[in-house]
């Protein structure tokens, strides 16, 4: 929920923006501009008269800044649609705060204050109440729940019994590590926000203001429109390409579903699969080169390596996952018998590359910066730069001053709803550093699967699962990096990206897994259908996502992780076997029309045998697909002779 929750609150929050009074709406818009300026700062490592900023003093003044924003822009109920006099004093306290530990940043990283005095204990307090607040308000309530369980478990480790037992340790010293210590609020979730994630939301909130979802829609168009199932075919490339960009799934249903849905309800689809096609293909955007979504930002610096390695390691698995969805849907169109888009209604592909070639400037710009010139968390503020002065090429794009404080209120409702939703993981992750009991799960988890990789790997399956459909995309990621990752690298020897990407891909599964599938439900709200019919229709469209994590998981060469030699043999099998496997769920094969029911599931198996990373895999996958070809053949050779 985390991730699709930045965007699912994005319109609500637009128009309680818009509701703001004069002078708090001019706060608001200076602390934006006040938050995003000191990270241009920090990412460039600008100096101001030789005052060089320590990385702690930097993270509490970014907190501060965002976290006060939060309160302005999100309700503590959804009936609230004015800011009330408790949020604006949450506000004051939350800056306020941050502030005083900005001013005594380098007390509080070379001496520390542990434990705490009466005072540092009660902001401490404070600051942690606002924190959780802040992330109710943007990702709900269960998944404060979950991190206040692990914040507190130190308190009670001591009884906890087998594998839960851990060291535990007094109240102020708990309660101090999560906002004075360097695995608390400024460790992990700092990080990612602070030196990855914030400028590449400042990308998609400059994009989105500049109508980058429209032109990927009417591009996909252009290219795609005039086939059969034309719109579903565009929901696809144009979610992916625009998903690529902005990195959040709701936030792409939104600014593409708005055009793709209605399109194919028009030729004909029903409402149901119209939503599950747009959920299936916004939520492959999240998991996209080159932004993805943000727990990707989180696996970077989990790991500590660049976050281009991460992009990388994520094009092929993507690739496949689209590819899959595109054979489905252009399955279901030939089934039922769908045309393309008449031509009249398709936009000139000339004239949209004339007018939206900025935007795949920016992305080829954006590209390069990360994977050739190594920019890392820079290269979006240089693609944010090069977009804003492209945007003055046209007049419809022209950066107007109400423009700009629209572009800039954007960013900044990205940025603090970003904020409010990530910083409560460090209460996950420092729960579980203090009390040790991250190396004991996993070996217990080994354990539980008796030493046998395969059964470890469907613990961790399940538990992705359970934490994914409750809507807890990024701390079910935390959790099982904590826990379950070394278990699979150590047990089964697995690649260290795999393992984690193989997470990433199972917790994911929430945006379009009932019962909490927030793609899938904005696209039924756009679409007008039944949330859990068109939850469920997204399952059977993304059921391919299920099996590519395996393929990688195996064979690391599918994560670029290996000879090149290697990457392309597997690529093409991978290739072969998803195309075979997403044909057999849908019914329907290229050359050879309806399969019969017999046929689909003998299709299906060999298909994910032959993707599966193994030699007799391979050989065993052949098998069933020649066999059942074969028969399908003769049967269709003997119908031809009996009708003749």
């Known amino acids: 929920m985390e991730q699709g929750n930045v965007a699912s609150e994005a319109e609500f929050s637009a128009t309680r923006l818009k509701r703001l009074a004069g002078w708090l709406k001019t706060m608001y818009l200076v602390l934006c501009t006040l938050g995003i300026l000191l990270a241009i700062h920090w990412a460039f490592n600008i100096t101001v008269r030789g005052y060089v900023m320590l990385q702690n003093a930097y993270y509490y003044l970014l907190i501060g800044i965002f976290l006060a924003g939060a309160y302005i822009i999100l309700p503590a109920r959804k009936s609230d649609k004015i800011t009330r006099w408790y949020d604006i004093s949450a506000a004051i306290f939350s800056l306020s705060i941050c502030g005083y530990l900005f001013m005594n940043s380098w007390e509080i990283g070379m ?116 086939f059969r199932g034309g719109p579903a075919k565009v929901a696809v490339i144009g979610s992916g390409l625009f998903g690529s960009l902005s990195g959040s799934v709701a936030s792409n249903v939104i600014a593409t579903g ?172 420092n729960g579980l ?74 917790c994911i599964l929430s945006s379009i897994t009932p019962p909490v599938a927030i793609g899938a439900f904005v696209a039924a709200a756009i679409a007008g259908s039944d949330p859990m019919r068109t939850a469920w229709q997204s399952v059977r469209l993304g059921m391919v996502l299920f099996f590519v994590p395996f393929f990688f998981l195996f064979n690391p060469s599918l994560v670029l992780q290996g000879p090149l030699l290697d990457i392309i043999l597997c690529s093409v099998k991978a290739l072969l076997g998803t195309f075979i496997l997403a044909s057999a769920i849908e019914g329907y094969m290229l050359k050879l029309g309806k399969l019969s029911l017999w046929a689909r599931p003998l299709l299906a198996i060999g298909g994910f045998l032959i993707a599966f990373p193994e030699r007799i895999t391979d050989i065993v996958g052949a098998a069933f697909i020649l066999c059942t070809l074969a028969i399908i053949f003769i049967r269709k050779q003997l119908a031809g002779k009996g009708s003749a």
């Open 258 to 429: 708005t055009f793709t849905i209605p399109a194919m309800k028009r030729l004909g689809y029903p409402p149901h699969y119209a939503g599950a096609v747009e959920a299936c293909s916004s939520t492959g955007g999240a998991i996209m080169p080159p932004v993805m979504g943000a727990v990707a930002f989180v696996m970077a610096a989990f790991l500590e390596i660049e976050y281009v390695a991460i992009a990388a390691a994520a094009v092929i698995p993507a690739l496949l996952y689209y590819f899959s969805l595109l054979i489905q849907v252009d399955s279901y169109a030939a089934k039922v018998g769908m045309a393309g888009i008449p031509r009249s209604e398709i936009p000139s592909l000339k004239k949209t590359l004339s007018e939206g070639w900025p935007f795949i400037a920016v992305f080829f710009f954006l590209i390069w910066g990360l994977g050739y010139m190594r920019w890392e968390f820079m290269a979006p503020w240089y693609a944010t730069g090069l977009m804003i002065v492209l945007s003055f090429l046209r007049k419809e794009t022209w950066p107007t001053p109400k423009r700009l404080l629209d572009m800039l209120a954007g960013v900044g409702t990205l940025i603090c709803q970003t904020m409010a939703i990530i910083l409560p993981v460090a209460f996950i992750v």
């Open 433 to 506: 550093g203090i009390t040790g009991t991250a190396a004991a799960f996993t070996a217990g988890l080994v354990h539980l699967g008796g030493g046998n990789v395969y059964l470890v790997l469907l613990l961790g399956v399940i538990a992705c699962y359970i934490l994914g459909m409750a809507g807890l995309l990024i701390a079910a990621y935390v959790f099982l990096a904590v826990s379950l990752a070394p278990a699979l690298i150590e047990l089964g020897h697995l690649n260290k990206i795999a393992v984690h990407m193989f997470l990433i891909y199972y």
């Open 111 to 226: 001496v520390g204050w542990f434990p705490p005095t009466h005072l540092q204990l009660i902001l401490a307090i404070i600051l942690a109440l606002l924190v959780l607040e802040a992330g109710r308000r943007a990702a709900g309530s269960i998944y404060i729940v979950v991190c206040i369980l692990f914040g507190a478990y130190p308190l009670f480790a001591e009884s906890m019994p087998g594998v839960l037992f851990g060291v535990s340790s007094p109240f102020s010293n708990i309660i101090a590590s999560h906002i004075y210590g360097s695995d608390g609020i400024t460790g992990l979730p700092a990080k990612v926000i602070g030196d990855y994630l914030i400028g590449f939301l400042a990308f998609a909130g400059v994009l989105i203001v500049t109508g980058a979802g429209a032109f990927f829609v009417n591009l996909a168009l252009g290219m795609l429109g005039r």
